[in-house]
């Protein structure tokens, strides 16, 4: 009877507790896939833990929400990246419907190198992940470069660094271009002489063909520096050449590296006419403060009828043995019953 009371409160608690939805940690050096309408998040280096994390979850876009408090949805339990992973990219191949996360610090529960290979995959229908086998030569493992993905299912990916984290005893930073055909599951890597080494800086793919490189640091003669803002790096990807372009403005934009990049669709705002919020996101705190606190309040009260129950079950059950003993008697006494154990 004690079983099936324990069983019974496990099933009240999940259904009376569940208002509580996963809240993800404030995180850098993670990686993000749009897939659809769910944008998904990897990984990443959560400060509160000083650690990389292996968590996996999205933010489902095609529906309302309020910004402080998203209907995030975790993943992790099911598809959890295999290691603690930062500093990494990670892309998608539309057409396998599989996401491929390069790179980057891989870390285990002892937060020590848990290398195995440069490449994993998550199979999106079956959320397992795998380590595909690609022929050629592997690139030198590194850590913070971002890649892009052609509709070929081709993964360019530029530059980026190694040093004592990623098991290197010095530090060393790349200027080579390296292809992942994720189709033929092949690699091709092209030896560059400019741009300069360099990292954390934004890749975007256009519609010609062509990577746009802003922003990052970059290495000459040993030294890092900040890449000039106004110097944007372009790579074709049909021609597989490097180009460069100045970019002039009125303004002064200051250098910057570790930041994020987004290609939109070129669109003339009447500044003299305020723009509305997005359809889909809903700004009112005080409605996601009145939602959070009854959420609490909600789970709360669950608790304590969860507890109320489980106490009046017990002391009926209890009544139920006083009354008649007999009805619940074991054949053998407790001694017996444990001396047959240890016989086992």
Not at 16 to 36: K, Q
Not at 71 to 100: D, H, M
Not at 229 to 254: E, G, Y
Request: charged share 15%.
């Amino acid at each position: 009877m004690t079983y099936k009371l324990f069983n019974f409160i496990l099933i009240l608690s999940y259904l009376f507790l569940r208002v509580y939805s996963f809240i993800p940690e404030g995180r850098s050096a993670h990686s993000t896939v749009l897939i659809d309408n769910k944008l998904y998040f990897f990984g990443g280096f959560v400060e509160n833990a000083k650690s990389c994390t292996n968590q996996v979850f999205y933010l489902d876009l095609s529906q309302s929400f309020d910004l402080i408090a998203p209907p995030w949805v975790s993943l992790t339990q099911n598809a959890g990246i295999l290691f603690k992973s930062c500093r990494g990219t990670a892309l998608l191949n539309e057409k396998e419907q599989t996401i491929y996360l390069f790179g980057g610090l891989m870390r285990n529960n002892l937060n020590k190198d848990e290398f195995v290979s440069n490449v994993h995959s998550l199979n999106l229908k079956s959320l397992s992940w795998n380590v595909p086998n690609i022929e050629g030569t592997p690139p030198e493992r590194r850590r913070s470069m971002k890649g892009v993905i052609d509709n070929t299912g081709k993964i360019y990916i530029f530059g980026g660094f190694t040093g004592p984290t990623l098991g290197s005893e010095t530090i060393i930073r790349y200027n080579d271009m390296v292809i992942l055909d994720t189709a033929e599951l092949s690699w091709l890597i092209i030896p560059a002489s400019k741009p300069y080494a360099a990292n954390s800086y934004t890749a975007t793919l256009l519609s010609n063909g062509v990577i746009v490189y802003i922003g990052g640091t970059e290495t000459r003669e040993a030294t890092a520096t900040s890449i000039d803002i106004k110097i944007i790096n372009l790579f074709d990807t049909k021609t597989l050449t490097w180009s460069v372009k100045i970019a002039t403005a009125s303004n002064i934009i200051s250098n910057r590296f570790s930041h994020t990049a987004v290609l939109a669709s070129a669109t003339k705002y009447d500044s003299s006419t305020p723009q509305s919020s997005p359809a889909n996101v809903v700004t009112n705190n005080s409605n996601s403060t009145i939602k959070i606190i009854s959420a609490s309040i909600g789970g709360t009260v669950g608790a304590v009828i969860i507890i109320a129950c489980g106490f009046l079950i017990y002391r009926w059950n209890k009544n139920r043995i006083e009354l008649d003993p007999g009805e619940h008697k074991l054949p053998g006494s407790i001694t017996q019953i444990h001396h047959s154990s240890y016989m086992i």
